[in-house]
Nanobody, 126 residues
Framework: QVPLVESGGGSVQAGGSLTLSCMAS????????MGWFRQAPGKEREGVAS????????YYTNSVKGRFTISQDDAKNTLYLQMNSLKPEDTAVYYC???????????????????WGQGTQVTVSS
């Protein structure tokens, strides 16, 4: 069973909205934390938003605060990222990830995550 499968990427104009979904396997859904990362061409992978699955605590990188919302549906083993007021600088491949044992919503770095989806492209045009 594939650990994580993303969907929902696409192309939108600046100011538009997209919702990304990430379906987790039963195993990866048990992780203490889940997160969304993104990677633009020529740039390092950066954390966008994370959620603590038990306490529902969240963390957002500064550039997306107030625009993006991370959430989860435990019944569906699905993680979401609602993205509003999209900007061209949000263009990237977005990945969902499941954290290692002991992970917390912060620090939010790729090294704390050991299961990754295949990525979904988000393109925002000006």
């Amino acid at each position: 069973q594939v650990p994580l499968v993303e969907s929902g990427g696409g192309s939108v104009q600046a100011g538009g909205s997209l919702t990304l979904s990430c379906m987790a396997s039963v195993y990866t859904a048990r992780s203490n934390c889940m997160g969304w990362f993104r990677q633009a061409p020529g740039k390092e992978r950066e954390g966008v938003a994370s959620i603590g699955t038990a306490a529902n605590s969240t963390y957002y990188t500064n550039s997306v605060k107030g625009r993006f919302t991370i959430s989860q549906d435990d019944a569906k083993n699905t993680l979401y990222l609602q993205m509003n007021s999209l900007k061209p600088e949000d263009t990237a491949v977005y990945y969902c990830a499941a954290g290692k044992p002991g992970c917390t919503v912060y620090p939010f770095t790729p090294g704390w995550y050991n299961y990754w989806g295949q990525g979904t492209q988000v393109t925002v045009s000006s």
